[in-house]
């Protein structure tokens, strides 16, 4: 057996000792006779590992009291319509920071159902940069604030967490979730789909503050509203239960490597390197303002495009996998997520000089 290292975007590499552990269980979950797919959701086995994973996602981004823990499937696409359905309430407006595509599509489906104010403008340019908070239009009225923590095609990463007021904030964490600890005390509602830094497609963890049930429409579908699925434990119907169990097993896999301040840690380490050596060539770039770049997603561009098949191909025979960069930006992009070892951003960075050393 071979493995590469995959720098897909999502679904992306999981970390190895969690699969070890799934194909273990595969056929025979501790006992029970039957694998974690074939279980009923409502059945004592499963739902100790439900509340497991509960338990650990909470001890690891020490979740406050008052804020309830939901797994949804539907994806991030999917709360892109159910953030105005449950949080708009009385309010005539939203408010949404623009910095990039994820924010595109987010603002796009909460107009077909409020009218959104986008407050400010950023992820464009050379270098993309974020702009500055004090220049945010914000209406101290919107029912929120959304912004996309990180802008996963153009790497573009919030390092803090914008000041919102009184106005609840929410943001769409989908591939930075469980990068670094997080305070979940500033957030109104933070949401991310798993496939990105946690587990498998078809999993969406929702993270809502309860004082913010109130605001829900009766016409929220069921499956979407957040008061109605914290009051079923997410099982209003049946859940996407084996990549609720797999997230489960990356939670214990983060706890038992020390958790989210050890993976910053070793995230910011494999970042500052990547990014040092794309600044130290003139063959390789980086688009983004260093104050907004992203540690999950390091983007990157040849100084000679014609050569993009080429490096592809080389990195693709040398074991370095899914680096095409989105359809929309070109260029290269390697998603650099917890499980992606130390040693799989050493070999793309010696891949890289030694690419450059051929061809530059
Ligand atoms: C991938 C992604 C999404 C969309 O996720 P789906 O699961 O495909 O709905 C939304 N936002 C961000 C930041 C993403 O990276």
Redesign the pocket.
Known sequence: MTRVYNFS??PAILPEPVLEQAAAEMLDWRGSGMSVMEMSHRGKEFVSIAEQAEADLRELLAVPEGYRVLFLQ?????QFAALPLNLLGAAGSVDYVNTGS?SK?AIAEARKYTTVNVVAEGGTGDPMDIPPRADWQCDPDAAYLHY?A???ITGVEFHDIPDAGDVPLVS?M??TFLSRPVDVSRFGVLYA?A??NFGP?GL?VVIVREDLFDRVSDRTPSVWDYRRQAEADSMLNTPATYSWYLAGLVFQWLKREGGLTAMAERNERKAARLYAAIDASDFYRNPVAPGARSLMNVPFVLADDSLDGRFLEEASEAGLKTLKGHRSVGGMRASIYNAMPESGVQALIDFMAEFERKHG
């Open positions: 975007a999502g539907g994806g991030a696409t999917a994820w599509k996309c990180n802008e996963t769409d989908s591939s789909g496939q990105k497609a969406t």
